[in-house]
């Protein structure tokens, strides 16, 4: 059974910087495909970025390329999503997915944490 934990969400001023992890145990994230996700109130959940096991080769949503980046630790069992320059559109819950074909598609991962909350004050 693989369980992923989220951690480091909060409330942050519009133009800093959060970084989120994602906590992993059950299986070593080294050879899972990764992924975050976020959701918004009213809106249905989203792709943000995502890591592959293989090659680690690294994906991002539109919206976060050039101040969003994904990482892991295999040592640590962990990975991050650093989020810099952030911006009031980037608040709600942030998932941390892993297992699957890993994509920018949710259904195409198999676990899932319980989220993290970011708030962007203006």
């Known amino acids: 059974q693989v369980q992923l934990e989220e951690s480091g969400g909060g409330l942050v001023q519009a133009g800093g910087s959060l970084r989120l992890s994602c906590a992993a145990s059950?299986?070593?994230?080294?050879?899972?495909?990764m992924g975050w996700f976020r959701q918004a109130p009213g809106k249905e959940r989203e792709f943000v970025a995502a890591?592959?096991?293989?090659?680690?080769?690294?994906h991002y949503a539109d919206s976060v390329k050039g101040r969003f980046t994904i990482s892991r630790d295999n040592a640590k069992n962990t990975v991050y999503l650093q989020m810099n320059s952030l911006k009031h559109e980037d608040m709600g819950v942030y998932y941390c997915?892993?297992?699957?074909?890993?994509?920018?598609?949710?259904?195409?991962?198999?676990?899932w944490g319980q989220g993290t909350q970011v708030t962007v004050s203006s």
């Open positions: 890591i592959r096991w293989s090659d680690d080769s690294t």
């Open positions: 059950g299986r070593s994230v080294s050879i899972l495909n």
């Open positions: 997915a892993g297992g699957g074909s890993g994509s920018y598609v949710s259904r195409a991962y198999i676990y």
